[in-house]
């Protein structure tokens, strides 16, 4: 009813290899990550997200028991008939995950459609000239999906496998349709599931995109109840991998009351989701501006000030009450209108700021990293590499740390720091070069055996390149010498954790030079 033309520009092999001449990063100091509670927990804790997840109350729980909040970004491509992660035809995959961590997302959700399945299927628009992509040649979508998710563990990130389409056609209402039934759509959760088994990177999966009507909630009827549904597929998924969480969007109506596709979850308070596991239904609700589609919220005369009031009562009141998470894995909007803007600032403040509530707060994925979704845009700018800082800096207050990770995302020099407990280790990753300029990002972790404070990170270039800007840490340069020390927000970083800063600079083609890490 709503979104029908918002799902992207499914095959855009023309752009395959359409040069990125000039192209860079602007400014993102605007992408500040708001880790000030998470800074205060305890001084030798463990950096939170380790391992698998579960949930307690209202709360997503680490392995070790701590509170993890999901601040990530829906990175879309799979479920079209490119049957892969857009923006492959314009740079490597390795450069955009490290991107996104250096802005300060920490999940990625990636949509995908049952069409990957299929022995024919074959991903296309993939640009594999000048070093990029080289290792996704030759592989079907699945195993182009390992690599992602391999890669953004190694980063800290983690990820949401989400079932977005029954095919690369169209969104369907109802979670089957003739071509693909429900025993096809079950059958391929478990063997995702099976295939992400011990891969905790892997955190969840996100069952149905945007169930709506004629699905219901609580009617019973199987053929139409989205709680039945869920309940059957989520216990599919459990019996291969227990570990993971189950996302469950809502319908689009309840008792005669309706609204955004998936957004409705008013029924889940008499009517929840029950699986064979325990402590792992987080509830997924999907909420948009009017760039999107008009609603009858947007023109009360009390607006913005009514928006708390509808988010309470379609979603908000299952994490008010404590009786489950609630993760909102789609919102977004072009921004082109005031409605528009006060909409987005409303939602961020009701999903409750970092740094005054820590990780006791909803969880999100903006939609989306794409700038090719038709009615929301990205945080990406059309030439796949440029941030739009104002739209991302409307997400700063609720982004939350990176997880731990597997390994470290990329290559360049190292170096160790300090002689005492506060130590830290720092590593170089160039995420795109275009010839007259590049962009890079460096990774700081704390190998130390008490918390860091601060830190700061020196190195001499090998040739003449000038830093042009940088985000999430403020620089001096002098000469080819170069100093970088944390912002405010990321300069607290756990044992065992890491923090990032990336910055643009000129001119590219230069060797990576070697890092020194000094703690405090």
Not at 157 to 186: C, G, N
Not at 389 to 410: E, H, M, Q, R
Request: aromatic content about 12%; hydrophobic content about 40%; proline content about 5%.
């Amino acid at each position: 009813m709503f979104r029908s033309l918002r799902r992207a520009l499914g095959v855009v092999a023309a752009a395959l290899l359409l040069p990125l001449a000039g192209v860079h990063v602007a400014q993102a100091d605007v992408a500040r990550t708001a880790t000030g509670a998470a800074s205060a927990a305890g001084a030798t804790a463990a950096a939170p997200g380790a391992g698998y997840w579960h949930t307690s109350g209202r709360q997503i729980l680490d392995a070790a028991g701590q509170p993890v909040r999901i601040a990530g970004i829906n990175w879309f491509g799979f479920e079209t008939a490119n049957y892969v992660v857009h923006g492959l035809w314009s740079r490597d995959y390795k450069s955009m995950i490290d991107q996104m961590k250096s802005l300060g997302y920490n999940t990625i959700r990636l949509p995908y459609s049952d069409d990957i399945f299929k022995s024919g299927t074959v991903p296309n628009s993939i640009d594999f000239s000048n070093g990029k992509n080289t290792d996704l040649q030759g592989l079907n979508s699945l195993q182009i999906m390992d690599k992602l998710v391999a890669y953004a563990g190694q980063d800290g990130l983690k990820v949401i496998l989400d079932r977005h389409r029954p095919d690369a056609s169209a969104q369907s209402a109802l979670w089957y349709t003739a071509a693909v039934p429900e025993s096809t759509w079950i059958a391929n959760l478990r063997a995702l599931a099976t295939r992400y088994a011990g891969q905790s990177t892997v955190v969840g999966i996100d069952l149905h995109n945007e169930p709506h009507d004629p699905a219901c909630w609580g009617c019973g009827d199987v053929a139409t109840d989205w709680r039945l549904a869920a309940q059957r597929a989520g216990d599919a998924v459990l019996s291969v991998n227990p570990d993971l969480l189950i996302f469950v969007e809502g319908v689009q109506t309840y008792n005669g009351v309706s609204g955004w596709w998936g957004g409705n979850l008013m029924g889940a308070g008499q009517y929840p989701v029950q699986l064979s596991v325990p402590n792992r239904v987080v509830y997924s609700a999907h909420d948009y501006a009017t760039s999107v589609a008009q609603q009858p919220w947007f023109s009360d005369p009390s607006f913005p000030a009514n928006m708390p009031g509808v988010w309470d009562k379609y979603w908000g009141y299952l994490f008010q009450q404590n009786i489950a998470p609630v993760w909102v894995g789609e919102f977004g909007t072009t921004l082109a209108s005031t409605v528009d803007q006060k909409w987005l600032t409303a939602l961020v403040n009701y999903l409750r700021p970092t740094s005054t509530y820590g990780a006791d707060s909803f969880s999100w994925t903006f939609w989306s990293w794409n700038p090719n979704s038709g009615d929301t845009g990205g945080i990406l700018k059309d030439d796949w590499q440029t941030v739009d800082t104002v739209k991302d800096g409307y997400l700063a207050s609720i982004k939350a740390p990176a997880f731990p990770g597997t390994g470290t995302g990329g290559g360049g020099g190292g170096g160790g720091g300090g002689g005492s407990t506060a130590a830290c280790a720092a590593t170089y990753t160039t995420t795109s070069d275009w010839g007259s300029g590049f962009n890079a990002s460096v990774t700081v972790k704390n190998t130390g055996a008490s918390a860091l404070k601060s830190w700061q990170v020196k190195w001499t270039w090998p040739g003449s390149q000038q830093i042009t800007n940088m985000w999430n840490a403020t620089y001096t340069q002098s000469g080819t010498s170069v100093t970088a020390v944390n912002a405010d927000h990321n300069g607290a970083v756990g044992v065992g954790g890491s923090a990032s800063f990336g910055f643009g600079g000129a001119p590219g083609g230069g060797t990576a030079p070697t890092l020194s890490c000094t703690a405090t």
